[in-house]
């Protein structure tokens, strides 16, 4: 006989509110008394907060090194026609990041050269990646998906690619890196028809990122890898549909390696290193940067440099230690799964074109760095928070209980570290200091801190920091040479600072500030056709140069070639429409022509952007000294000469006896000769009191025409 179980009934004692059973993003199951989505936005809410108050010393510090070539002194996000050479040009003046320096382009329009524009930028980019992070690994069904995140939001290894406006291009290329993996996994699971939309979207979002920085050519390695994990096939079909990113990723690849070898100097002795010794390098580097991560302590802008040699059998260490590392993975995968050699694999192929194998100019100073494992950081990361939640999964529930306060522990070190590491950033004096603190052997922070104080006119301490870096580095230091002898031109030993460029050339013959400043050194020693030489060769090795167009006009100037001289700096404007100094320079050549109006507008121009100029103060007197006293009766415009003298000597302060001469000489030309006297004995008392008698006596000599009621003429003033 069957027996009817009993209907279930609920006591009212049983009516009671029940917490709702969420998964939780991080993996495991835990209890909220709210729905999955509202957890989900306050986590996210968690992430954004603590990520943005973590590099609150970052929000208003300043540029550092390099930001002067991306951004300060970029001409191209000023230039008329900037927008179109960064993408369609050679001129960039690091590699081909058009897409990164289109930002830049937008920055400067809105924010000019307020660095905290671009520094909340970065930050924002970054916290977005960390919450696609979460979403992407989510996806992939990854446990801990968002202590991943907030591990990856808050780790102090970042910082260098968040606190650095350089690093745009690291932030920027990772943010289209992970949309293009979120576009290929709905491509690899779509069930509705729509496959291609999403295949396109993945494949754009590949070109954007390689368009922000080319270390994106890995992405091709990260869909395959998504394609294991997932268990997908892998067909003719499949690799097929890889092969477009895979086209990308190596024209970019070689384009970048064109670049760094003919555009940024990767020649020489370092760059030949044979196969051996770039193998012992990258596996070096490998456990490196994974120790960073697991042990963030140390951490600086530049790392001491190893010696590398492939006799030394400790050297073969780390590779043995990698070696073993594979083989203990791989047969560990029939207990772990594919997790983690997929989470290996994708931080070393990640880092691969930064390893080593691929010579990169940095590579001078050190064969490592922090931003270099921005996008290779994750797949440690997801493994390491994958691993907290099993482990606390796997014990008891009381145990269990205590994974918040763990991982909030883990988190706020994490976030404190990261706000400490911020500090290094708030200028470049400060990021320089806090290097050498950390690696005293940074030859490449001493030339950079003596830089500074040779700036700041600290004469002593920089020639200290100069000799520092060539007793670290004896050779191969263009840097140190070329400094020292940026110190002797400015203390006048100019016979010395020559000897020193040339110094700084013979080590790195394309160093274009050195060519620039033998060419100043060797013009100031009246050695004009050298100089002429060096100022070409700067403009062979880079033609938008507006530094040398401007200064080679100027040499040319002197020797009076001066339809040339014109040419090159309007060159220079045409490369930086703001250039005080080439639109003073060109006043100049058209005050020798004759081209009194074209000058006056230079002249004024470079007032506009440079106010109290005194060149051009100058300039303007040279003016209206002509227009009142030349004998050519179709040059001499008195009221102009007024205008001109009056705004002079309102920008001078009234104090120059030189200026109250070409205002009386003025107003004697325009019939005011009441106003003439009273200039001229203005002037006659202050070169008086300046003991200038030579100017004392041209000023006695010519206030007797104006007593007379007459002008003044001088002869030597025709132009």
Request: aromatic residues 12%; hydrophobic residues 50%.
């Amino acid at each position: 006989m069957r027996r009817h179980k009993k209907p279930l009934t609920r006591t009212p004692a049983d009516k009671r509110t029940v917490p709702v059973r969420a998964h939780s993003p991080s993996g495991g199951r835990l209890e909220f008394p709210f729905s999955p989505r509202v957890q989900d936005w306050l986590l996210g809410l968690l992430l954004v907060v603590a990520t943005v108050m973590a590099y609150q010393p970052a929000w208003h510090a300043g540029f550092v090194w390099d930001d002067d070539v991306y951004v300060t002194n970029n001409h191209l996000l000023s230039a008329p026609d900037g927008l179109k050479r960064i993408w369609f040009s050679t001129d960039s003046p690091s590699q081909y990041f058009p897409l990164t320096y289109t930002t830049f382009w937008i920055e400067h329009m809105l924010w000019g050269l307020n660095p905290a524009g671009y520094h909340c930028v970065n930050i924002f980019l970054h916290v977005v990646n960390a919450l696609l992070v979460w979403r992407l690994l989510r996806r992939l069904s990854v446990p801990g998906a968002w202590l991943a995140a907030a591990i990856f939001a808050l780790h102090p290894v970042e910082v260098e690619s968040v606190a650095w406006i350089t690093e745009r291009k690291n932030v920027l290329s990772l943010f289209f890196f992970l949309l293009a993996l979120l576009s290929w996994v709905e491509f690899i699971e779509d069930r509705a028809g729509r496959w291609w939309r999403f295949y396109v979207l993945a494949l754009v979002f590949s070109a954007l990122a390689l368009f922000a920085k080319t270390t994106a050519c890995t992405l091709p390695a990260a869909l395959f890898l998504i394609l294991w994990l997932k268990k997908k096939p892998v067909d003719w079909i499949r690799l097929a549909q890889m092969v477009p990113f895979l086209v990308l990723g190596a024209s970019m690849g070689l384009l970048t390696m064109w670049w760094e070898r003919y555009h940024q100097g990767t020649q020489g002795k370092l760059f030949s290193l044979g196969l051996p010794e770039r193998i012992l390098i990258a596996s070096h580097a490998v456990w490196f940067y994974a120790g960073k991560l697991f042990w963030p302590t140390n951490l600086t802008f530049s790392y001491p440099r190893w010696n590398i040699s492939r006799t030394d059998l400790f050297a073969y260490g780390w590779l043995l230690a990698g070696i073993g590392a594979g083989m203990a993975i791989y047969f560990a995968r029939r207990f772990a799964g594919r997790g983690v050699e997929v989470g290996v694999l994708f931080f070393v192929a990640t880092l691969s074109p930064l390893l080593g194998f691929i010579m990169l100019y940095t590579f001078h100073f050190t064969f490592v760095a922090d931003h270099y494992q921005y996008v290779a950081s994750i797949g440690l990361i997801a493994l390491a928070a994958a691993g907290i939640t099993k482990v606390f999964g796997f014990l008891g529930k009381e145990v269990r209980t205590l994974k918040p306060l763990f991982c909030a522990a883990l988190l706020l070190t994490l976030g404190v570290l990261t706000w400490r590491q911020c500090g290094m950033y708030a200028d470049a004096q400060t990021l320089w200091q806090a290097t050498l603190e950390r690696n005293p052997a940074s030859w490449m922070s001493h030339n950079n801190l003596g830089s500074i104080l040779l700036n700041e006119g600290k004469d002593d301490e920089a020639l200290e920091h100069f000799h520092k870096a060539l007793e670290i580095q004896p050779s191969d230091n263009a840097d140190a040479h070329y400094n020292l002898g940026l110190f002797l031109l400015r203390n006048k030993e100019v016979d010395e600072a020559i000897v020193e460029f040339r110094r700084a050339l013979e080590i790195n013959p394309n160093y274009i500030k050195a060519h620039d400043n033998l060419g100043t050194a060797l013009a100031q020693k009246g050695l004009m056709d050298e100089a002429i030489s060096q100022f070409r060769m700067t403009l062979k090795i880079q033609p938008d140069n507006q530094n040398a167009h401007n200064n080679l006009g100027l040499v040319l100037l002197w020797k009076g070639q001066v339809d040339e001289a014109v040419f090159h700096f309007q060159q220079a404007l045409q490369i930086a429409p703001d250039y005080a100094d080439a639109h003073n320079n060109l006043g100049l050549a058209f005050f020798q022509m004759g081209r009194m109006d074209e000058a006056i507008g230079q002249f004024q121009k470079a007032l506009e952007i440079k106010p109290m100029f005194a060149e051009s103060c100058n300039g303007l007197g040279d003016v209206a000294w002509v227009l009142a006293t030349s004998p050519n009766a179709t040059v001499r415009n008195g009221p102009k000469a007024v205008q001109l003298a009056e705004e002079v000597q309102r920008l001078s302060g009234g104090q120059n006896p030189a200026i109250a001469m070409t205002l009386a000489a003025a107003y004697a030309e325009a019939g005011r000769f009441s106003e003439a006297i009273a200039a001229a004995e203005r002037g006659l008392q202050l070169a008086n009191s300046q003991n200038n008698p030579t100017l004392a006596t041209a000023l006695q000599a010519q206030l007797k025409f104006y007593r007379t009621n007459s002008p003044f003429r001088d002869t030597g003033t025709t132009p």
